[in-house]
């Protein structure tokens, strides 16, 4: 397919487990980005990669976040001992170049902690 | 502090009717400002954008929003709705500067009545 693939859809952990969430860009696209989307709420900015470097990490919530993207293409953002405030919808958008070109957003996927 | 604040929550209209969508935003420096539209368990599709020039901006779908600086507002507009136009609307301002790492309102969902 040609958009940004993101697995697993739904991933439900119990508190304190951690999980890991998997993003496949657009082939090509050298910037990624992870949004954080809790219930009724819009998008959060998480963290931003150029190709395999992290630019940009001001978004992540706390230091049990950690995101790769270690060969500039497929990312994952993993979450460690995860709380019940984890729970929400992370969403992957890749784009171009990340200058002023568009964003191209996956379908997300929704984490439930128990 | 940057943020971007859409004072409806809800709003229904019917078939053929037109529709505006508000948002405001408080950002110090020109805006880069968005409206994305997000369907039930899909990523955010972009449907326009302002980065500088004409202040009415035309989108995908039949969408236009207006830039207003002396009111601090990008409203969203459509002539005549489409059972097909309900889903949930996010305005959005660019806060990094490159254009992608963005702060999202709450969103606007919108229902269409036949």
């Known amino acids: 397919g040609a958009g940004v693939s993101q697995s697993p859809r739904y991933k439900v952990a119990k508190r304190g487990q951690d999980v890991a969430l998997r993003c496949d860009p657009i082939s090509g696209h050298v910037s990624l980005f992870w949004y954080q989307q809790a219930l009724g709420q819009g998008p959060e900015f998480l963290t931003y990669f150029q190709n395999e470097a992290q630019l940009d990490k001001s978004g992540l919530p706390s230091d049990r976040f950690f995101a790769e993207r270690p060969e500039g293409s497929v990312s994952t953002l993993k979450i460690q001992r995860t709380q019940q405030e984890d729970s929400a919808v992370y969403l992957c958008a890749s784009s171009l170049d990340g200058y002023n070109s568009p964003l191209h957003f996956g379908n997300g996927t929704r984490l439930t902690v128990t | 502090a940057q943020s971007v604040t859409q004072p409806d929550i809800h709003i229904t209209v019917s078939e053929g009717a037109s529709l505006e969508l508000r948002c405001n935003y408080s950002y110090g420096a020109t805006p880069y400002l968005f409206w994305y539209v997000q369907s039930p368990g899909q990523g955010l599709q972009l449907l326009l954008k302002?980065?500088?020039?004409?202040?009415l901006v035309q989108g995908i779908k039949g969408f236009e929003a207006e830039f207003k600086r002396s009111q601090s507002s990008f409203n969203l507009r459509k002539p005549s709705v489409h059972w097909s136009d309900a889903a949930e609307y996010f305005c959005?301002?660019?806060?990094?500067?490159?254009?992608?790492?963005?702060?999202f309102g709450a969103g606007t969902i919108l229902r269409v009545k036949s």
């Open positions: 959005a301002v660019d806060v990094g500067g490159y254009g992608n790492k963005l702060v």
């Open positions: 302002y980065f500088s020039g004409d202040t």
